[in-house]
Structure formats: structure tokens, C-alpha cells
């Protein structure tokens, strides 16, 4: 959510932003926040005066008792006084309701830096890594691979649950299991992350917390009965580990990592990714979250994707690093970088992982704070987030770089000691 200070001080900087995004709210929204913004201040007004005239009543009615006068007339009148307030307070709640319904549809300010444009053929790529591998064959896709080896089980997987689940069998399983402790063990033990391993499910206010609610409803597995909700990533519950409380500025930052199960419907992705494990409706992830100063957010965000980067660098997996353009941007991020794995069999790169500043956004809706050092009044967080990796694309990464002309695949160096020495996948 953004400042209404900003959207009232500064309302065109603010529909600036939406039209460069091109998507998740209209200017118009704008002009209802400040209307209502202003209608409520307008009441607030009227109930002091109302609140003056109330107390000089109360002194007057004291003063005739007093002298033993009649007040009748006047604890009418402040009878009359004390129903306005009480409905004038109503009307300020409803107005507040209505205006923080409208905030909560309004996307971050994307940063300076962020490239100006209406999709992703906007980004612009920061960087690459490695090279693509090379074959003396034609690479096969990674599913036509998995399923060769019999690892990847997509019948099945269908069988048990739907389209786009998938049973993983033998050294794939082994693999997704590897490369979670992998990645774990890189974050915590050199990087500095804490490990944690939050609920799976969690309630409609933390889904509001990180962005994700009220937007993006229709892309989650609702537990209505109980009110909860499968979590479609750890930044949700990891996040929400410090709502409404306020930290000490010597605490920061705070550096969390989970694994976790994710789910996602995947609403409005008809007929991309069908095939393989690329796009799947459960799939595990493991998630960086960081609590910073705002002063060093966007420097604590280049840190961020260093940590992602270092577990591709380690795999030996070619990949780049491209910066999203406003119109890709994510609804609450102010600046976001995707890695790109590249995908020998297809041909093309796919993303891996997605390191996020938010700034204030998230902070502010999930009141999360932090007392500075110097004193004075709390101060909103900012907040950061970077899958540090999405594991069954990773596993795909692996399949598509590292297979040989005899249908076996390379198990990267650094993950052998994770999968009980196994070199080979055959």
C-alpha cells in the first residue's frame, strides 16, 4: 500500500506509475482515493466543531445547575450534538473503509531504474553467465527425458491429482530433495540466512499483507471452511512472521529462508507450458524473505540476487539476468530482476527465480516497523523477497544442460555429495 501523504501530495506521480505499469489499477482510482481522502477530512473537521460545541454545552449545563436553572433546552441541544458525532463517526469509518478498498488496488511505484515499457519486451538484460552447453546431438526437452529414465511420471501424476501435477520417482525425487538441502545449506551457512518452515496454509490478512489479496484471488486453493488459504509462495507466511510488530533498528536486517510446498491454479495460463514440470499447480520453492533499512534496500536487493546467482554458479547452469520493465513489474514491487535459466532442449530461457524490493508496500500494509536507534517515532521496513531457487524447474535445468547421446544424465559436481555420490542418472 502506498503513503496516502504520497497520493495526496503528489497524485500525478502516482497515475504516472499506472500508466506506465499499463495494468493492475486506473488513474481514476486515484481521483476516488483523494475525493474520499478529502471527504473524510472534511468530517473529521466538522466532528471537532461538533466535539467544541459539545463541551461549551456541558459547561453551560453545569453553570445553570449550578444556580439552580432550568438546562433542559441545552441537554437537548447536546443530546442533538452527541447523536451527529456518533453518526459523523460511522461516516468516517465507512469513508476509510471505501478509501483503504481503492488503496489496496493501487500498485508500488516502480524505481527510477526500472526500465520504461508495456511488457516484457521491455526488460533489459543485465548480465549473463556461463555459456549455453553444446551438443553433438539434438537436446531433448526435459520431460521426454524424465520420462526415458522413467523419473518423471506425468500419467500418473495426472492420475492422482490433475493436469499439471506431476510424480516425481527415483533419482528425481532424490534430486528434489538434494537440491533443497543444497540450497538451504548455501543460504544459511553462507549467506546468513535464518531457516525457518512456516505453515502451508495461512489467512486472508497475510495474503493481504504481501499484495497478493485482494488482486489475485483467483490463482489460489481456498480452504473456505476454515478461512485459510494454500500458501502460492513462502514470501507470504515468511513475511508475515513480523506483522504488526515493530523491530529494533540494531535487528536489521532480518534474513529469513523456508522451504516450502507452493500452490498455484495458475489462472489465465492456458497453453503455456503444458508440457513438463515448468508450470505446475504444487511445486517446491525455496524463498529468501529480508526485513532492511530503507536506506539500503536497493542495495540489499543486488545482495539478494548475488545469493540466487551463487546457487546457479555452483550447478553450472548458463543463465542471465534481466531487469523487468514497468509494464512486467510485479503488482507490489518497485524493482524486480528475473534469472533466466536457459533450457537446452527448447531452446530458450525460462525463469528461475525473482529477487524483489517492495520498498515500504508491503511493510505498510502488514504494519511491520522498526524504532530507530536515534529515537523518535517507528518507521516502515522495507521489505525484499528472491525464490533462491524454484526447485522442479531447476531439476528441468538440469535434465535439458547436463544429458548425454545415451539418454544418462550428469549429476553436477557440487550436488553429488547430496544425492549419496550419484554421478549418473541412468
Same mark, same amino acid.
Given at each position: 500500500m502506498l503513503?496516502?501523504?504520497?497520493?495526496?501530495?503528489?497524485?500525478?506521480?502516482?497515475?504516472?506509475?499506472?500508466?506506465?505499469?499499463?495494468?493492475?489499477?486506473?488513474?481514476?482510482?486515484?481521483?476516488?482515493?483523494?475525493?474520499?481522502?478529502?471527504?473524510?477530512?472534511?468530517?473529521?473537521v466538522e466532528v471537532e466543531e461538533l466535539k467544541r460545541q459539545r463541551n461549551v454545552a456541558?459547561?453551560?449545563?453545569?453553570?445553570?445547575?449550578?444556580?439552580?436553572?432550568?438546562?433542559?433546552?441545552?441537554?437537548?441541544?447536546?443530546?442533538?450534538? &452527541?447523536?451527529?458525532?456518533?453518526?459523523?463517526?460511522?461516516?468516517?469509518?465507512?469513508?476509510?473503509?471505501?478509501?483503504?478498498?481503492?488503496?489496496?488496488?493501487?500498485?508500488?511505484?516502480?524505481?527510477? &531504474?526500472?526500465?520504461?515499457?508495456?511488457?516484457? &519486451?521491455?526488460?533489459?538484460?543485465?548480465?549473463?553467465? $556461463?555459456?549455453p552447453p553444446r551438443f553433438t546431438f539434438e537436446p531433448r526437452p526435459h520431460w521426454e527425458i524424465g520420462e526415458a529414465l522413467d523419473i518423471l511420471d506425468f500419467k500418473r501424476g495426472a492420475k492422482i491429482a490433475s493436469a499439471r501435477f506431476t510424480l516425481l520417482k527415483g533419482a528425481a525425487a532424490l534430486m528434489e530433495r538434494a537440491l533443497i538441502n543444497f540450497m538451504l545449506d548455501i543460504h544459511t551457512k553462507e549467506h546468513g540466512y535464518t531457516e525457518v518452515f512456516p505453515p502451508i496454509l495461512a489467512n486472508q490478512e497475510s495474503f493481504e499483507g504481501v499484495g497478493q489479496l485482494p488482486k489475485f484471488g483467483d490463482d489460489m486453493y481456498w480452504c473456505r471452511d476454515d478461512n485459510l488459504i494454500l500458501i502460492t509462495t513462502a514470501e507470504v507466511p515468511v513475511t508475515n512472521i513480523h506483522r504488526g510488530e515493530v523491530l529494533a533498528e540494531e535487528e536489521l536486517p532480518r534474513k529469513y529462508v523456508a522451504y516450502t510446498p507452493c500452490f498455484r491454479r495458475e489462472a489465465g495460463t492456458y497453453g503455456k507450458d503444458v508440457r513438463g514440470i515448468i508450470r505446475q499447480h504444487q511445486?517446491?520453492?525455496?524463498?529468501?524473505?529480508?526485513?532492511?533499512?530503507?536506506?539500503?534496500?536497493?542495495?540489499?536487493?543486488?545482495?539478494? +540476487?548475488?545469493?540466487?546467482?551463487?546457487?546457479?554458479?555452483?550447478?553450472?547452469?548458463?543463465?542471465?539476468?534481466?531487469?523487468?520493465? +514497468?509494464?512486467d513489474l510485479g503488482f507490489a514491487s518497485s524493482k524486480c530482476y528475473d534469472l533466466e535459466v536457459w533450457m537446452a532442449g527448447? /531452446?530458450?530461457?525460462?525463469?528461475?527465480? &525473482?529477487?524483489?524490493?517492495? +520498498?515500504?508496500?508491503?511493510?505498510?500494509?502488514?504494519?511491520?516497523?522498526?524504532?530507530?536507534?536515534? $529515537? /523518535?517515532?517507528?518507521?516502515?521496513?522495507?521489505?525484499?523477497?528472491?525464490s533462491g531457487l524454484a526447485i522442479g524447474r531447476t531439476v528441468a535445468a538440469i535434465l535439458e544442460s547436463n544429458q548425454l547421446d545415451d539418454g544418462r544424465v550428469v549429476v553436477p559436481t557440487a550436488l553429488q555429495p547430496y544425492m549419496g555420490g550419484m554421478t549418473l542418472i541412468e
Amino acid at each position: 500500500m502506498l503513503d496516502i501523504k504520497l497520493i495526496r501530495d503528489e497524485p500525478d506521480i502516482v497515475k504516472q506509475a499506472i500508466l506506465d505499469r499499463g495494468k493492475d489499477a486506473d488513474v481514476t482510482d486515484v481521483d476516488g482515493i483523494l475525493e474520499l481522502d478529502s471527504r473524510r477530512r472534511a468530517i473529521l473537521v466538522e466532528v471537532e466543531e461538533l466535539k467544541r460545541q459539545r463541551n461549551v454545552a456541558g459547561e453551560e449545563i453545569a453553570a445553570l445547575k449550578k444556580k439552580g436553572e432550568d438546562a433542559g433546552q441545552i441537554v437537548e441541544r447536546m443530546r442533538e450534538i &452527541s447523536e451527529r458525532i456518533k453518526e459523523m463517526d460511522a461516516e468516517v469509518r465507512e469513508v476509510e473503509a471505501r478509501r483503504t478498498e481503492l488503496m489496496m488496488d493501487i500498485p508500488n511505484i516502480p524505481q527510477e &531504474s526500472v526500465p520504461v515499457g508495456p511488457d516484457e &519486451s521491455a526488460n533489459e538484460e543485465v548480465r549473463t553467465w $556461463g555459456k549455453p552447453p553444446r551438443f553433438t546431438f539434438e537436446p531433448r526437452p526435459h520431460w521426454e527425458i524424465g520420462e526415458a529414465l522413467d523419473i518423471l511420471d506425468f500419467k500418473r501424476g495426472a492420475k492422482i491429482a490433475s493436469a499439471r501435477f506431476t510424480l516425481l520417482k527415483g533419482a528425481a525425487a532424490l534430486m528434489e530433495r538434494a537440491l533443497i538441502n543444497f540450497m538451504l545449506d548455501i543460504h544459511t551457512k553462507e549467506h546468513g540466512y535464518t531457516e525457518v518452515f512456516p505453515p502451508i496454509l495461512a489467512n486472508q490478512e497475510s495474503f493481504e499483507g504481501v499484495g497478493q489479496l485482494p488482486k489475485f484471488g483467483d490463482d489460489m486453493y481456498w480452504c473456505r471452511d476454515d478461512n485459510l488459504i494454500l500458501i502460492t509462495t513462502a514470501e507470504v507466511p515468511v513475511t508475515n512472521i513480523h506483522r504488526g510488530e515493530v523491530l529494533a533498528e540494531e535487528e536489521l536486517p532480518r534474513k529469513y529462508v523456508a522451504y516450502t510446498p507452493c500452490f498455484r491454479r495458475e489462472a489465465g495460463t492456458y497453453g503455456k507450458d503444458v508440457r513438463g514440470i515448468i508450470r505446475q499447480h504444487q511445486f517446491n520453492k525455496v524463498e529468501m524473505v529480508k526485513f532492511v533499512h530503507p536506506d539500503v534496500s536497493l542495495d540489499e536487493l543486488e545482495s539478494l +540476487t548475488a545469493n540466487a546467482e551463487e546457487v546457479l554458479k555452483r550447478l553450472g547452469i548458463h543463465y542471465r539476468v534481466v531487469c523487468l520493465s +514497468t509494464g512486467d513489474l510485479g503488482f507490489a514491487s518497485s524493482k524486480c530482476y528475473d534469472l533466466e535459466v536457459w533450457m537446452a532442449g527448447a /531452446g530458450e530461457f525460462k525463469e528461475i527465480s &525473482s529477487c524483489s524490493c517492495f +520498498t515500504d508496500f508491503q511493510a505498510r500494509r502488514a504494519n511491520i516497523r522498526f524504532k530507530p536507534a536515534s $529515537g /523518535g517515532k517507528p518507521r516502515f521496513v522495507h521489505t525484499l523477497n528472491g525464490s533462491g531457487l524454484a526447485i522442479g524447474r531447476t531439476v528441468a535445468a538440469i535434465l535439458e544442460s547436463n544429458q548425454l547421446d545415451d539418454g544418462r544424465v550428469v549429476v553436477p559436481t557440487a550436488l553429488q555429495p547430496y544425492m549419496g555420490g550419484m554421478t549418473l542418472i541412468e
